[in-house]
């Protein structure tokens, strides 16, 4: 049976001790739906070897994660309205409004998902793809989405990601009037955050951010460390109510497109 790998690497000592279902959710950025298809099918290789989801990984290791060929990510076109940045026969890029998830990760839910939303509008105009989130934001965050439009693509994207520049507007509580670089490692792991003040206010300041790592949450969590939440986190800051919006905004994300190796420089206006 023919697959697509969607992933290979070399376990490295700063991935050293995390479990495959960490890689496939941290490092790899795969959706629930995607990870438990990946282990359904004996797609999460340790050295050749079809391994253990909980397996902890040592240096050295060789992981291969892939998928059958055939195998489709299901999503239920759902009607959303996007605002489309840039599209060609690969990749759709689409500006998030803040409060819609990127994709569902309990069943049954209502609202409509980016993922469901570009589903439909691959629908509308007669294609039969399924869409691949590269990446994810927040529900409360906002900006460039970039989804691929084959399993390939998503997997070129995924491996090249590290080395893809992303820069977010950030509003933060207190004043910074200074640059700054944040590393402190993240459930113990890797995390680097570069800021740069832009408009210092009496109680705010709004940031140019640049992250090099992509840990969940790790924006919120290094501003929040240095004590600066977001402006809007009532996770790791110190908002009292969900409606009050995350002020954290992907602006730009600058790739090389894995077919044409052009330079794409994607840019969603802050609303």
């Not at 282990?39 to 290789?45: C, L, S, V």
């Not at 390939?152 to 491996?159: D, F, R, V």
């Amino acid at each position: 049976m023919a697959r697509v790998i969607l992933a290979e690497l070399t376990i490295t000592p700063a991935l050293a001790g995390i479990t495959g279902v960490e890689l496939l959710k941290e490092e790899l950025k795969l959706s629930a739906r995607q990870r438990q298809k990946v282990i359904r099918t004996r797609g999460f290789k340790v050295n050749g070897r079809a391994a253990h989801s909980h397996t902890k990984l040592k240096v050295g290791q060789v992981v291969q994660v892939s998928l059958p060929a055939e195998e489709q990510v299901k999503v239920e076109p759902k009607p959303l309205p996007l605002d489309i940045i840039y599209e060609d026969d690969h990749l759709l890029v689409v500006s998030k409004p803040a409060g819609t998830i990127v994709h569902h990760i309990k069943p049954n839910q209502k609202q409509p998902s980016l993922v469901e939303g570009a589903a439909y509008y691959f629908q509308e105009q007669g294609m039969v793809i399924t869409p691949r989130p590269v990446h994810r934001l927040d529900r409360g965050a906002s900006g460039v989405v970039v989804f691929a439009k084959t399993a390939e693509i998503q997997a070129a994207l995924t491996k090249a990601w590290s080395g893809i520049t992303k820069i977010y507007w950030v509003k933060v509580h207190g004043r910074l009037d200074r640059m700054g670089e944040i590393t402190e490692p993240i459930k113990g792991k890797p995390a680097r955050t570069k800021y740069l003040p832009l408009e210092i206010g009496e109680d705010t300041t709004t940031l140019k951010v640049q992250i090099f790592t992509g840990r969940t949450h790790q924006i919120r969590i290094h501003l929040a460390g240095i004590g600066h939440p977001v402006v809007g986190d009532y996770r790791y800051g110190n908002s009292t109510s969900r409606r009050e919006r995350l002020a954290l905004h992907c602006w730009q994300i600058t790739l090389t497109h894995p077919v044409t190796n052009v330079s794409l420089q994607l840019t969603a206006p802050l609303l």
